[in-house]
């Protein structure tokens, strides 16, 4: 398909360069221009419309000058796609998830219609990417462009929402684009990117409860955790994050910035940066909390300039992540001021709903994904300092907190323009330690590495309770943070902790008989213990210590509903235990008491 603006631009130009050949080849402007001894001057009127012409060109290309627009559509028709059949267009991990949160498919999750992108391809000069969940295209296009795609039946409205357009390498036309990687520091990231000498990792660690968790043995296997950031270099190629690669926890990978390109370990080094406090396992310089988790990496963020296109990005990696089965997203990414100032956010739009990444994060909570990100380092502006998509509903934004566990001066606080508290959690971020792509070990400050911190925790949770749904694993987090009691718009709940989390509820409960259960003798003394639960005859019981490891399990017979299950333990040392029976029918976790 002849597209307009490149057919247009291509005819005039061709027309310029044969009048040119021909003025030469047959001595026009030799005839045309007249020559003293100190200038050259026009002697005929009609190389003033000639030029003319040129300058109208000219001008005519600045005039036309090729943006990135999204181009939203009223209808979502499908011809090669069915809901009937999610095969086609989800994992089964994707289907899995949907299965444990009880959450029906729907048109969200169909692609946009293949006959509208086809419908707009004589618009445009190219089409970057769809997105489902917004049922729009983000595209290069000009004006002209713009006006036809407007007037269509099926399109809804066109965005402006970047200037002009990152080209593919090795374009000599726009060799003046910044290159991220030739630059050592951002603006946006100005208080990251101050490093420091790094202090020993274990009190950040210590301050969520990871050594813990991790002792336990959990350290987010079978968990998968999505990393949205500014790209990954060295990644694959420090020791921190060998294991990554040798045990195959990479699942996907995708560059939304440079669609044409497939890797992502390149770019700025932010992104790297968040990852080792996820992944690295380095003993002796640093060892996250979720370095068993399998991983997506995606490329989303373009430091070299800040345009609503970048919440586009965030958008369409999430809806990746999510097809891919995707339990947890990182975002260290926050959006509030933009390089054409007319698009900065005011506070009154910070309600989770009017920006395009708060409604992207929102459909993504909705999906049954836990939602990480940053509240924002605007702390010095005050109340409602925070950024998209922090405002979001029913995700996790997080603050930064210093050695004392007090809020970080740079931290964003809440509430959201609606009135909801945020953040809701928090974690150190004042002198965190990190790893650069070199393999440096720096401290680091800015919410951007407090935020990682909890989806390492968040992961580790999940996997030791893999029953849990999201709202249940969000709700459990909460009640573990320090000031749960009290929340407020600096820390929210407050620091989270792993074992506070896992047994914090169980932990509070004092009476034996819950819902028509029984347990005695509880506390108990001998190893003889009796459960009446339920009306099957076998239960599968398990019994875990304080740190959440497993000592005992057992499946229990009785011959009937009307007698208790007797469990013979083994000799157990004093302290509190954690019991998890399970019949056909339900799920019963209660603490035991040894004297």
Not at 33 to 42: D, N
Not at 493 to 512: D, K, S
Request: hydrophobic share 40%.
């Amino acid at each position: 398909t002849t597209r307009f603006s490149a057919l247009r631009n291509s005819q005039a130009l061709f027309l310029v360069c044969i009048i040119m050949h021909n003025y030469f080849r047959f001595g026009i402007f030799e005839s045309l221009l007249s020559f003293s001894s100190s200038k050259p001057m026009l002697r005929r009127p009609f190389l003033r419309y000639f030029l003319l012409f040129v300058l109208t060109f000219l001008g005519s290309q600045v005039g036309m000058a090729q943006d990135r627009y999204a181009v939203f559509f009223k209808y979502k028709p499908q011809q090669e796609f069915s809901l009937a059949n999610p095969s086609q267009f989800l994992t089964s991990k994707a289907l899995q998830r949907r299965d444990r949160e009880k959450l029906a498919l729907d048109s969200l999750d169909l692609p946009v219609a293949a006959s509208y992108l086809q419908g707009i391809r004589p618009a445009i000069v190219e089409l970057l990417y769809s997105s489902k969940w917004l049922n729009a295209a983000v595209v290069v296009a000009d004006t002209t462009g713009k006006k036809w795609m407007e007037a269509l039946p099926y399109v809804e409205k066109v965005n402006w929402i970047a200037k002009g357009f990152i080209p593919k390498e090795g374009n000599r036309q726009f060799s003046q684009i910044l290159n991220p990687w030739e630059v050592d520091s951002f603006s946006k990231w100005e208080i990251e990117e101050n490093y420091r000498q790094a202090e020993a990792y274990d009190f950040q660690n210590h301050l969520l409860g990871i050594e813990k968790m991790h002792q336990a043995g959990f350290t987010g296997k079978n968990r998968t955790i999505a990393i949205f950031d500014s790209g990954f270099p060295g990644m694959d190629t420090i020791s921190a994050f060998a294991p990554v690669f040798k045990n195959k926890q990479l699942v996907g990978q995708l560059n939304v910035v440079r669609p044409w390109i497939k890797g992502v370990f390149r770019d700025h080094e932010h992104g790297t940066q968040v990852a080792s406090l996820i992944l690295a396992y380095q003993p002796g310089s640093l060892v996250s909390g979720a370095y068993g988790a399998k991983i997506i990496l995606a490329t989303t963020e373009d430091v070299t300039s800040e345009y609503p296109i970048e919440e586009f990005n965030w958008v369409r990696a999430a809806e990746y992540a999510d097809s891919l089965g995707v339990d947890i997203i990182n975002s260290s990414l926050g959006y509030l001021d933009f390089d054409e100032p007319s698009l900065t956010y005011s506070n009154s739009q910070l309600d989770g709903k009017t920006t395009f990444i708060s409604r992207g994060a929102t459909i993504a909570g909705k999906k049954g994904i836990l939602v990480v990100t940053s509240v924002g380092n605007y702390g010095s502006a005050g109340g409602s300092s925070l950024v998209a998509p922090a405002d979001a509903a029913g995700i996790l934004s997080v603050g930064a907190v210093t050695s004392t566990a007090a809020v970080a001066a740079f931290s964003s606080r809440g509430p959201t323009a609606d009135g909801r508290t945020k953040p809701e959690l928090a974690a150190f971020g004042q002198n965190a330690v990190v790893i650069r792509p070199s393999g440096q070990v720096v401290a680091v400050s800015g919410t951007s590495f407090s935020a990682p911190q909890i989806t390492a925790l968040a992961a580790g949770l999940w996997e030791a309770r893999p029953d849990w749904t999201k709202e249940e694993l969000l709700n459990n987090l909460f009640q573990s943070g320090s000031q749960y009691t009290s929340p407020d718009q600096n820390l929210g709940y407050g620091i989270p902790n792993f074992r506070e989390a896992l047994y914090g509820a169980l932990l509070g409960v004092t009476e034996e008989e819950v819902n028509g259960t029984l347990i005695y003798p509880n506390p108990i003394i001998s190893t003889n213990l009796f459960i009446q639960v339920g009306n099957d005859t076998r239960l599968f019981f398990q019994l875990r210590d304080g740190l959440g490891r497993l000592i005992f399990e057992k499946m229990a017979e009785r011959q009937s509903s009307n007698v208790p299950y007797q469990i013979d333990l083994p000799v157990l040392a004093t302290g509190i235990y954690l019991i998890q029976a399970s019949d056909s029918n339900e799920i019963v976790t209660k603490k035991l008491i040894k004297r």
